[in-house]
């Protein structure tokens, strides 16, 4: 049997928190597990495959989660992407389940970025120690200025419009007005985004993810477990991953990973970007979101600003996208992936109230690590009701 | 014009020397893999298209054409955090490779992508390493 149709999602659980002083991060990782596993309707002691990552966790981070949740897995992942990883997670626990090495797959995220007044977006750009890079610190490169460089070339080759990266943050906004958990609430207008201020050329600053805390965790098992269990299996069709980067000096920067890793997972889910009701797509900036459903294949190179506008990707058009308001207006702790695995499981069991994708039966999860103008890397899911 | 600012120094490497010693001298050097003829950039030990350690350097023109580019308003760190709104961007050089650059010399609002550019070396002030120090300096481009 194959991977594809015999791992299920089951049990999420999105940390409420959006501002967490009081908190820390593993602390969050582990409230996080308790209402996961609280969701699936198991117990800590059924853990035997432990996945995290965090803006903060490095070598010996998965063992001291273990000491924390005083649990002794017999199989550790600490794969550290940037923000993609625990799409990532789920791909490599389905593999680990399917080869037999851990039954149920436990992975968690918690940050606590906001109320660390971390600035993500504007606070790199200063001498490294790091030779790799030597060529990129003296010149002031922001996460956002990255972004941008990427949103520049678009609109110089395509014509791309600010207006049309700003449809984007608009339908967020809509659709975090839907959440109660979400942190920016209000409703904003093309113009509002268009008149807030510069932050990098061409993106303003609500064509930039929010900062917020946060965290979650997702239980993975195989479908034949996952269907005794509390909820309905969200089942894994297909998966990928990939990376894209400077190569010997030319990328074409409108070329993504998720391009390779999309072609993947639909490739082996076995169906087409018709079929797909929704996805969940990583947010960090508006031009992540144009240029991934680009390379996803949603649409043709150049074709994203007209595929987002007129409320095409809000709930109600053609194809909803980040129902939960994504990392523009939902929340947006540094590393956002697990949030798009979080919302894809429950959008399909249709648990979403005011901002339930009607009907969705197949959906697509797609997380991006690192910055595009760099180097990043892409993993994409297709999950699907059971 | 926005104000002039003094880049961070980069950290250099023994595989990335030759690239930082040619700032210095105000070059603009690169590799050429003496197997299979590769121009690669970023430098490294061994070319990343067939694995040869063969690898030459040589003199770039220095001259190139802009990719792409971001007019940066907000950094939070110094010198940047006073040096807005400087010009982020990606400059293609004649030879192949592209390199992340600041251009410099001309308004911000001037730069556009497909405008001509040379690279322009800034000296690096490199007396707190003694005798370690040498000459070292920072390329960036100014309209050609
Ligand atoms: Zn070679």
Redesign the pocket.
Known sequence: MSVSGSIAIAGVHEHETRWAPEKTEIQIMAESARGALADAGLALSDVDGLFAASMSMGAMGTVSLAEYLNIKPRYLDGTNIGGSSFVAHVNHAAAAIHAGLCDVALILYGSTAASNAMAIGTGLGGGSRDPNQAFVGPYGMTTVGSYALVAQRHMHLYGTKSEQLAEISVAMRKHAGLNPNAKMKSPISVDDVLESRMISEPLHLLDCCIISDGGGAVIVTSLERARDLAKPPVVLLGCGEAVAHQEIGAPDLLTLAAKQSGEHALGMAGVSHDDIDFCTIYDSFTITVLSTLENLGFCKPGEGGDFVSGGRIALGGALPINPDGGGLSNNHPGMRGIFLVIEATKQLRGECGERQVAGAKLGLAHGTGGTLGTMHSGATLVLARD | MPPEFTHPKPAASWETRAYWEGAGRHELVLQR??????VQHRPRAI??????S?LQHFVSSGRGQVYTFTVTHQNGVPPFRDAVPYVLAYVDLEEGPRLMTNIVGCDPGDVAIGMDVVVDFQDADTSDLGDAGGAFAVPRFRPA
């Open positions: 893999c003496g197997d299979c003829g590769v070319c990343a298209s067939c694995l040869s063969a």
